[in-house]
């Protein structure tokens, strides 16, 4: 991803790419206005985090924590679960379900005093090859060789089939953030 986003963000000249961990940054301190993390907290030590956020963020920078999240009430998403419980063992639910929809949005252990939050919806369109692309990137995907794989491609490709219009998908996604203080 790294990668990606360098090759992406080329253009704008104040993008600092670092290769190190959440943990430890490697950043100057008090030099950053604003830490976001997208999909990843639930990876991180909330303690250690905080710690290099404070250590890291002018006094007052914030701390944004965002997910993108799959309407659990859409029939594609809901279809799209059941064939991950089929072909995926370590398939546990979708990754990134935001932390009210599992009773986790409680920050007050992150976050110094009052955060803010923001919920909006942000559907995500995909042709074919992104739709099955989308899929495989998951951790919990088969992967090439084994033993479900062609059969899980093959009931994707159905899938899309069965909720494409004008050979796309519209996959119903929500945005959660909270931003605060830490």
């Not at 190190?20 to 303690?47: I, M």
């Not at 989308?134 to 159905?158: C, F, H, I, W």
Request: proline residues 5%.
């Amino acid at each position: 991803m790294q990668h990606i986003a360098e090759a992406d963000l080329y253009l704008f000249s104040r993008l600092t790419s670092v290769a190190a961990s959440t943990e430890h940054t490697t950043l100057p301190n008090q030099s950053v206005d604003l830490n976001t993390v997208a999909q990843a907290f639930h990876w991180f030590e909330r303690p250690v985090f905080r710690n290099e956020c404070r250590r890291i963020l002018k006094p007052s920078g914030h701390v944004a924590l965002i997910w993108n999240s799959r309407d659990k009430n859409s029939p594609l998403v809901a279809e799209n679960d059941r064939m991950n419980r089929k072909y995926c063992p370590e398939f546990k639910g979708f990754s990134g379900s935001t932390p009210s929809s599992n009773d986790e949005s409680d920050f007050s252990d992150f976050f110094s005093g009052d955060y803010k939050e923001k919920r909006f919806a942000n559907d995500l369109v995909f042709d074919l090859p992104g739709f099955i692309g989308r899929n495989l990137s998951a951790s919990y995907a088969p992967k090439v060789g084994d033993a479900q794989y062609e059969t899980y491609l093959t009931e994707l490709e159905m899938l899309f089939e069965k909720h494409a219009v004008d050979k796309a998908v519209t996959l119903p996604n929500f945005t959660e953030c909270y931003i605060g203080l830490v």
